[in-house]
């Protein structure tokens, strides 16, 4: 079930606790994890390499690969997606899994960084447009 199946079936219920038992399945709190893991494989990266690549630290890393961090920074997050040389849509998943907003292009920051990553630049000259800018880097 996805999650528009499973929104619709909420409004159903009057009960959440009814909603929660009979939908217990349903639930994925994995799918950070999940995700990341799958981008890492299919990158043919390892942890500490990335980790390392974009600026985070190597135990932080770990501790996101394995489930342990679920609320990471939407900075982190966008660290990782240049690290793994994520297109938007990949980036806005990883964002959104991680528990963040998409990138709009409305904002003057997140357009500087749609910009790189659409044109597959690397972090560091991401990091130098948005200074150039006057904006925060990642």
Same mark, same amino acid.
């Not at 963040?100 to 997140?110: F, H, P």
């Not at 690397?122 to 904006?135: F, I, R």
């Given at each position: 079930m996805n999650t528009e199946e499973l929104t619709n079936k909420l409004k159903e219920y009057e009960n959440i606790d009814m909603f929660m038992q009979d939908n217990a399945g349903a639930f994925d709190e994995d799918a950070f994890k999940k995700y990341l893991d799958g981008l890492l494989h299919c990158k043919n990266l390892n942890i500490t390499n990335l980790a390392l690549g974009c600026g985070i630290s190597v135990a932080y890393a770990h501790q996101l690969f394995r489930g342990q961090k679920n609320s990471p920074r939407k900075d982190i997050l966008l660290r990782l997606a240049f690290g793994l040389s994520l297109s938007l849509d990949e980036t806005n998943r990883l964002l959104t899994l991680g528990g963040?907003?998409? %990138?709009?292009?409305?904002?003057?920051?997140?357009s500087i960084i749609i910009f790189c990553i659409n044109q597959s630049l690397? *972090? #560091?000259?991401?990091? #130098? %447009? %948005?200074?150039?800018?006057? *904006?925060p880097t990642l």
């Open positions: 963040t907003a998409w %990138l709009r292009s409305k904002i003057r920051r997140e690397p *972090l #560091e000259k991401a990091d #130098e %447009l %948005l200074h150039s800018y006057g *904006l």
